[in-house]
């Protein structure tokens, strides 16, 4: 199929907190519409961006994946035949190498793509967006297009953007995510938000707890299924637990 127009537009995938934040950014300079399984989350993005149907969201020239990890590949299964000719996928994923590997496997070879990550969230970038880092992994996409990406990112949103392997990022988000987000929920089970008296430190602990508390239990799930460092990151943590414990406990 032939592209009717050249315009740059912006479509996004998936209305959830960070899709919906995304967007809100996103719109500030290119039109910018939705698609969501749930019809539910158009009243959320209607203010600052279009509702339009799946089909018409797979034909812009950027289209931004925020959908869930684990829903990926079976979305990309079903829809990757149905995108525009020269449009740019983009997932926001946390993890890169399962994604580009899924990119490979089933994107028509006239579809490119770019691998990203956004080092930030609603929560993290609630005050500013300015500064917050990014990583972009070039796939399969002509260079103007990934320039146009990089400036924009640069230019218009003041991101800090970098570069790196997948298998780097991946190694990289054992720590930042999984082990982070496995610390702040063993923190909430133990219930430290409950004390009534905390000094600086706990204090601080405690802001992990309200942050990765805010995102959902299938985000935490997927970032240990789809991460082939998580498990390994795991075990070297509980390991020096232990070792700390046992020395604490030497008599």
């Known amino acids: 199929m032939v592209r009717s127009s050249n315009k740059v537009e912006f479509s996004i995938i998936g209305a959830g907190r960070f899709g919906i934040f995304w967007g809100r950014h996103l719109s500030k300079f290119y039109p910018t519409c939705f698609y969501d399984t749930d019809p539910d989350k158009e009243i959320q993005v209607k203010r600052f961006a279009e509702w339009q149907t799946l ?10 994946l925020t959908i869930p990890i684990g829903k990926l590949e079976n979305f990309l299964r079903q829809h990757a035949g149905q995108i525009q000719a020269s449009s740019v996928v983009v997932d926001c994923a946390s993890v890169k190498v399962p994604i580009i590997r899924w990119f490979e496997q089933y994107l028509p070879a006239d579809v490119y793509y770019v691998a990203s990550h956004p080092l930030f969230g609603p929560d993290s970038a609630r005050i500013r967006l300015d500064d ?7 796939g399969h996409v002509p260079f103007a297009d990934y320039r146009f990406l990089f400036k924009f990112l640069t230019d218009k949103l003041k991101l800090q953007v970098t570069n790196m392997t997948a298998e780097e990022h991946d190694e990289m988000m054992a720590y930042n995510l999984n082990l982070v987000h496995h610390l702040g929920r063993a923190l909430h089970d133990l219930g430290i938000g409950r004390l009534p008296l905390m000094m600086s430190g706990l204090k601080k602990l405690n802001e992990i707890v309200s942050v990765v508390m805010n995102d959902t239990q299938e985000l935490f799930s997927d970032f240990y299924k ?4 998580a498990g390994e990151v795991l075990n070297e943590w ?12 030497k008599k």
């Open 238 to 249: 509980q390991k020096s637990f232990d070792k700390i414990t046992r020395r604490l406990q």
């Open 55 to 64: 089909q018409s969201c797979l034909q812009k020239k950027y289209i931004f």
């Open 226 to 229: 789809y991460n082939s460092h």
């Open 132 to 138: 917050q880092l990014m990583v972009l992994l070039p």
